[in-house]
């Protein structure tokens, strides 16, 4: 029917005038809104540290094999190959549960969900208190207790200027969810894009501190291990300046981010992806330098991962502006899995096993051992170059996905394209309503 809209309101509840809504000629009142939910400063400031907290302590579990390595190799007498699948067996298991919790968190409390995981997390790891000292379990409850005391449950959606029902549209199954992220291709190239970082980041945080010295071993700088338990002070080097650059990169990336998506609205992609592009390089010279000079070696290294540092912060912050708020667990939850099953969980091990199958067709000295893991390392340049690949593809769609996002009532499969000029200009994006007419 044309001719706008309609001059009568729907009618009201029960508590409202006799039941009747108002006739033709009189103005509807406006509608009633929720008072935005807020936090105050300081208590934001102590959540986000206390998330962080949490977050140190998982990533501390993920690598702590790592520092050990070469001990573990010592004792149970195992080859590059048997070594890595230590660490795909172990994060396999961890992301078992990563789907489930997606699911609850986008259901149920948040909070509650996060604080059940945790007690499971450090519950496996108290033990394995029993086999030998640890000190995490001790640090995991603490975790527990401040994410309990100290971290609020906000609303879905209350960082957005619009309400989570206009964002998120009814609530759906999880197959309607995986259905809707199926078809978000920035959510999808994003996520193979992360795939690659989290390959790269695998291999690097497991097989560096070994490569590191058996590249100091080659250059005479220190005898090598035959015996344990090994002096390896690249391990400690190494985690120092993970660490270092690290923070640096995640704050430059998400200053450059918001700096320059405020000119160019595909920035935050176009940044992962040059910074990848510019990680592969890096990687590259690190490897081939190492036999040549320890120190030019140790600087590719460190810049490759802070160029690979500079986009954590950024893809977070792309999955939040391209997915609806009421799937955005089951969608961090699949980024995850799926990232760290094809990512890290398979990359020591395929790292490992290249090494090995090279060790195996040549003389049994060290350098070789040295050069045949240096080798197998390379694979880690052309994975991260794809990644960029990954994240230029997810520039061509992120502005239709952010206006799919911010549509009211969009996040089903059915959800119909919409041009985001049209979506402003008809107030969509600031999370007003407007009317449409029919032909």
């Not at 999880?174 to 989290?198: H, P, Q």
Request: glycine share 10%; charged share 15%.
């Amino acid at each position: 029917m044309a001719g706008g809209m309609s001059a009568e309101c729907p009618e009201p509840g029960p508590g409202g005038p006799q039941g009747q809504s108002p006739g033709p000629g009189r103005q509807c009142p406006p509608p009633i809104t929720p008072a935005p939910w807020s936090l105050p400063r300081w208590r934001a400031y102590v959540a986000a540290a206390v998330l962080c907290y949490i977050n140190l302590l998982n990533y501390m579990n993920w690598f702590i094999i790592a520092g050990v390595l070469l001990d573990v190799q010592e004792v149970f007498q195992i080859s590059d190959s048997h070594a890595g699948l230590l660490q795909t067996v172990f994060i396999g298991c961890l992301l078992l549960s990563a789907p489930v919790f997606g699911y609850l968190g986008d259901r149920y409390s948040r909070k509650t969900t996060m604080s059940f995981g945790i007690l499971l997390w450090s519950g496996a790891g108290l033990s394995s208190s029993f086999i030998s000292p640890r000190i995490m379990p001790c640090l995991e409850a603490v975790a527990l207790i401040l994410l309990i005391l100290l971290v609020p449950d906000p609303p879905r959606g209350a960082a957005e200027t619009q309400r989570e029902g206009a964002a998120g549209g009814s609530r759906s199954s999880w197959c309607e969810d995986v259905r809707y992220l199926g078809k978000n291709w920035s959510f999808v190239w994003s996520t193979l894009g992360v795939t690659a970082m989290a390959f790269v980041t695998g291999a690097l945080g497991f097989w560096a501190p070994k490569f590191l010295l058996e590249a100091r071993v080659v250059h005479g700088l220190q005898p090598p291990c035959f015996q344990e338990p090994c002096s390896n002070p690249d391990s400690l080097i190494f985690g120092s300046l993970t660490i270092m650059t690290g923070v640096i990169g995640v704050i430059l990336g998400a200053e450059a981010a918001r700096r320059y998506k405020k000119v160019i609205p595909r920035a935050e992609p176009l940044i992962c992806a040059s910074s990848l592009l510019a990680t592969a390089p890096c990687l590259y010279l690190a490897l081939v330098l190492a036999p040549t000079t320890l120190l030019a070696s140790y600087v590719f290294l460190g810049l490759g991962e802070l160029l690979l540092s500079c986009n954590w912060a950024v893809v977070a912050d792309i999955l939040l502006s391209v997915v609806v708020p009421r799937c955005r667990g089951t969608a961090e939850a699949l980024q995850i899995t799926v990232g760290h099953i094809l990512g890290d969980a398979g990359s020591p091990y395929l790292t490992g096993l290249i090494s090995s199958v090279l060790r195996a067709r040549r003389p049994d000295s060290y350098l070789q051992r040295f050069l045949s893991l240096q080798q197998s390392f390379l694979c880690c340049t052309f994975v991260i170059a794809l990644g960029g690949g990954c994240f230029l593809l997810t520039a061509l769609y992120l502005e239709r996905d952010e206006a799919r996002a911010w549509q009211p009532g969009t996040g089903t499969p059915d959800s119909k394209d919409v041009d985001s000029n049209d979506l402003e200009r008809q107030g969509l994006l600031s999370g007003t309503a407007a009317s449409t007419e029919e032909p």
